[in-house]
């Protein structure tokens, strides 16, 4: 019994460590973060990527804040009843090797109130926390429109 | 009764009878064909000013129901029309307007929503009224939007609504309908041209 408890506790620690070890910055590959410039009219806009987990482990991603923006969030659009609503989520998850899509139309990061003028082309960094650890990740401001 | 007299009487009761039939048979596959007729005319406001549908209708007027805050849905609606606007010859742009009502009474001001749809076209209406004038106007179309609160979130509420774009001919009756979000600008212009 003594064994079994020790052979589990060596296999936590080295689960935790394996963690511990994900170095997030090389591990998780942000493509295409940007977000939309705010628009006239409107104070909200979207944010999307792709993310990609290569951690061993299974990832927990949340968005605490973005720099200039008063608050953030992160939604899901989905079809209820013939209608297309927006559902809070604290977080999202993000099973190892695999890629979470933020898209328009789908899961998303939303963005309230910005705090200073944003413009197109500028970067804007964002604070996620990744199984409780940081990591801070520039987005690019695009235009959603054509001109 | 003369047995000739008889065949003839006969014979014209049959006409009318296939007469009726042909004519009962032809509007029911006529009916069926152009479906249930929704729309017509509506009064909302545009920059807090009184607007009419009937006062200024173009030849096809595109109409889409949403609001400013929503950040996904309608932005991506409006910015597929706009692209589709863009496609359109100058000829075919002064027969076809594009309406963007706010269903968001409560939060959305008459000049941001007006403005919030011109960043999309410079010519996209957006227009704004009461809850009964809304409520009226959403009530012509096979359309809905509930209002949610969310206490957790930022905004405290949430709006989900119908995310189709409305054809209406000059009379404001639907003609057409595609989805706003899902099928991109290209399937617009098609319907544009379609109906133009």
């Keep these: 019994m003594k064994k079994i408890f ?87 998850k993000i099973k190892s090797g695999e890629t979470l899509e933020l898209v328009p139309g789908g899961k998303h990061l939303m963005f309230f109130d910005p705090q200073v ?31 | 009764m003369n047995p ?31 479906g249930p007729t929704s729309g017509g005319d509506f009064t909302l406001t545009y920059r807090g000013q009184g607007w009419t549908f009937s006062s200024q209708p173009k030849k096809l007027n595109l109409l889409y129901f949403g609001y400013t805050k929503c950040p996904d849905v309608c932005p991506m609606s409006l910015s597929y029309a706009g692209d589709a606007f863009r496609m359109l010859k100058s000829d075919e742009l002064s027969d076809v307007r594009f309406l963007f009502l706010s269903v968001d009474q409560a939060h959305d001001k008459p000049n941001d929503v007006a403005d919030y749809a011109a960043n999309f076209f410079p010519t996209f209406i957006g227009l704004s009224g009461s809850k009964e004038q809304i409520d009226k106007t959403i009530g012509l179309f096979p359309a809905s939007y509930v209002l949610e609160e969310n206490p957790k979130s930022y905004l405290g509420y949430s709006i989900s609504h ?35």
């Design chain 2, 4 to 34: 000739q007299k008889g065949a003839l009487l006969t014979l014209r009761l049959f006409m009318i009878v296939i007469t009726i039939g042909t004519i009962y048979f032809g509007f029911t596959i006529w009916k069926t064909a152009n």
């Design chain 2, 162 to 196: 119908t995310d189709r774009i409305f054809f209406l001919n000059s009379k404001g009756v639907v003609i057409d309908s595609i989805s706003g979000s899902k099928e991109g600008s290209d399937s617009i212009y098609k319907k544009i041209k379609e109906n133009i």
């Design chain 1, 117 to 147: 003028v944003i413009n197109e082309g500028s970067e804007v960094k964002l604070v996620f926390s990744l199984n409780k650890k940081e990591l801070t990740v520039p987005f690019k401001i695009v235009s959603r429109t054509k001109k």
């Design chain 1, 6 to 92: 020790f052979l589990t506790a060596i296999v936590l620690s080295f689960a935790n460590l394996s963690f511990a070890d994900c170095d997030l910055k090389s591990k998780v590959e942000f493509t295409e973060p940007r977000i939309f410039a705010p628009l006239k009219g409107s104070n909200a806009t979207g944010g999307f990527a792709k993310i990609k987990n290569n951690c061993a482990e299974e990832l927990e991603l949340s968005l605490k804040s973005a720099e200039g923006f008063k608050a953030v969030e992160s939604h899901i659009t989905v079809e209820e009843d013939g209608r297309m609503a927006m559902k809070k989520t604290d977080s999202f």
